[in-house]
């Protein structure tokens, strides 16, 4: 005969293996939160591309790494793992995951939502010049300084190689390769949430007279976009790429509302 707290594993353990299977493709900061609230309702399963050497991860979740090998190969991994949504949680500027997600979603009717933070605003105090790209914010760079903050990570550092006669500063999570440094540039390694003051002290440190920014949008990275404007640094601000269409929400608490509604 089974005791009461036997029946109650027993239960517990058929409502683990009838939980909807949830995709999350991860790498954000509201990835990983959404990814630890789901879990208690949902099996997630969170995707990172595997770049990052230590990478934040969420609890209670099964976690996988490495690209899937592009849409129809990601189709056939969501028909595999019989899941039955995904929420595409990755960086506003992480445009080849998000097309190939919409097109494996499409193909298998998987219900998709694109969880990310609003853009960021230029205030009245601001001294933004919006480009559309990393090579256009390249070109523009030397007219407006000689002592730059790039914060736009390491992968397409490329673009400023050519540029000559300005001083970079370039800060990512880990480093760039050997292979990937650009000479008269200074690397340092961070990861936010960064406040005021921090970010203050170092364009001080560096004599930084002009930042280079994607429109990331959030809190985690916008106390550098604060700092240029107490600073009056002007900010190369480079535009969001445009995303599929697909239902959006801005905040974890309305992916979670989205899930539930359409998975019950
Ligand atoms: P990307 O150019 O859109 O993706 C390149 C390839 O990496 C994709 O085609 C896919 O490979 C794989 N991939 C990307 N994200 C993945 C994920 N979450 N799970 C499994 N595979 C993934 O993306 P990216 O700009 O290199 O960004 C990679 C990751 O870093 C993303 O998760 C993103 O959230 C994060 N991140 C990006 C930025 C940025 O500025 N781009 C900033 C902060 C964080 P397959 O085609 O083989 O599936």
Redesign the pocket.
């Known amino acids: 005969m089974y005791s009461s707290m036997t029946v109650r594993e027993i239960s517990s353990a058929g409502r683990m293996r009838d939980r909807l299977k949830i995709l999350v493709?991860?790498?954000?900061g509201d990835?990983v939160a959404m990814a630890t609230e789901a879990a208690e309702k949902f099996d997630i399963t969170y995707?990172?591309?595997?770049?990052?050497s230590h990478p934040a991860l969420p609890d209670g979740v099964t976690i996988?790494?490495?690209?899937?090998?592009?849409?129809h190969?990601?189709a056939d991994w969501l028909g595999e793992n019989n899941i039955g949504a995904v929420i595409d949680?990755?960086?506003p500027?992480?445009?080849?995951?998000?097309?190939?997600t919409a097109q494996a979603c499409s193909a298998t009717h998987t219900p998709r939502l694109k969880l990310t933070r609003p853009a960021w605003d230029e205030t009245a105090d601001d001294t933004w010049h919006r480009v559309p790209d990393i090579a256009a914010a390249a070109s523009l760079l030397p007219t407006l300084g000689a002592r730059a903050f790039l914060s736009?990570?390491r992968?397409e550092l490329g673009a400023f190689a050519a540029m000559e006669g300005v001083q970079l500063l370039i800060r990512s999570i880990d480093l760039p390769g050997n292979t990937d440094r650009l000479p008269r540039a200074v690397y340092i390694t961070g990861r936010g949430p960064f406040t005021t003051a921090q970010e203050s002290a170092l364009l001080r440190e560096h004599d930084i007279n002009v930042l280079v920014s994607?429109n990331?949008g959030g809190a985690a990275t916008y106390a550098k976009i604060v700092a240029a404007r107490m600073a009056d640094v002007p900010v190369v601000m480079i535009n969001r790429p445009t995303a599929p269409p697909s239902p959006i929400v801005s905040d974890v608490g309305a992916a979670i509302a989205w899930l539930e509604s359409r998975l019950g």
């Open positions: 493709l991860g790498g954000t990835a995707s990172l591309a595997g770049r990052t996988r790494t490495g690209g899937f090998g592009g849409p190969a990601l949680a990755t960086h500027f992480a445009e080849r995951i998000a097309a190939h736009i990570g992968q994607k990331a």
